[in-house]
């Protein structure tokens, strides 16, 4: 595949309303909920519910304008500060926090925090109170949120950011080190990403994406003083043009003290 005509996503964005719809969506034809949707949250769930992971702060480096991995860490942390690398991820994330007409519908992953349906409401209420700020980060800067200075974090969630960000294995482990720079030493630090994937589709648009494997995803956050201390693959079995990834990997992990 000629990947010269690709985008990447900290150059070009892309529409988040888009990638909402063609790999979170509900929608019959959208091929991707066991990966991107229920391993991810039943990993959440076991992680948080063990009791380890918890405190004030929790700060969430995702792709696009995600929630439903917010849905568990809202039970255990006070605050949630959701940093994005667009403005227009912002937008779309503030239409679901304000409640907007035309709001993308995260119903369908919020069943998977539930009981049963007569929860849905405070559990949805519970993430909108527990995100507090939502805004623009430059992970080219040495304060990536200049010139606001964060509390450090008891831990960092990301989504999928680095393998869209990155460029090569340099890029990777830069963008780790800035994770944990915002960490508290001891702090945890949940990494949810694809593996092998060199491209992803949002609309008419291909993106680059990185393409590294688990051996190297685990050396880079022992590189950079992390201790992991649970990894989860699960191989893709959904059949999709709109990407290539092979795997999804879920790590949680602490910053040695």
């Known amino acids: 595949m000629d990947s010269s005509t690709h985008k990447h996503y900290l150059v070009h964005g892309y529409d988040s309303r888009q990638a909402l719809e063609h790999y979170f969506s509900d929608k019959p034809d959208m091929a991707f909920?066991?990966?991107t949707l229920i391993f991810p949250i039943e990993n959440l769930?076991?992680?948080?519910t063990e009791?380890?992971?918890k405190g004030d702060v929790v700060i969430d480096l995702s792709i696009s304008s995600l929630v439903h991995h917010l849905y568990a860490a809202c039970e255990f942390f006070n605050h949630i500060i959701v940093l994005?690398?667009?403005?227009r991820c912002?937008?779309?994330?503030?239409?679901?926090?304000?409640t907007r007409t035309g709001a993308f519908e995260w119903g369908h992953a919020a069943k998977l925090h539930v009981e049963n349906n007569d929860q849905l409401q405070d559990k949805e209420e519970k993430v909108r109170s527990a995100v507090q700020h939502v805004m623009r980060c430059d992970l080219e800067k040495g304060n990536v949120?200049?010139?606001i200075v964060l509390p450090p974090a008891d831990c960092i969630i990301s989504f999928v950011l680095l393998d869209v960000i990155c460029k090569d294995q340099d890029d990777y482990i830069r963008y780790l080190r800035k994770f944990s720079g915002l960490l508290k030493p001891g702090g945890h630090l949940i990494l949810i990403g694809c593996l092998d994937m060199t491209y992803y589709t949002v609309g008419k648009d291909k993106y680059l994406a990185f393409p590294h494997d688990e051996d190297f995803t685990r050396k880079a956050l022992v590189g950079e003083g992390f201790v992991i201390d649970n990894c989860k693959v699960k191989k893709r079995t959904s059949e999709s043009d709109l990407t290539d990834y092979k795997a999804f990997i879920y790590i949680a992990a602490h910053k040695e003290k």
Do not use: C, N, Q, Y
Request: no cysteine; charged share 40%; glycine share 4%.
């Open 45 to 48: 769930k076991k992680t948080f």
């Open 51 to 53: 009791g380890h992971i």
């Open 84 to 87: 994005k690398v667009s403005d």
């Open 145 to 147: 949120t200049d010139p």
């Open 90 to 98: 912002i937008m779309e994330l503030k239409r679901w926090l304000d």
């Open 33 to 35: 909920a066991d990966d």
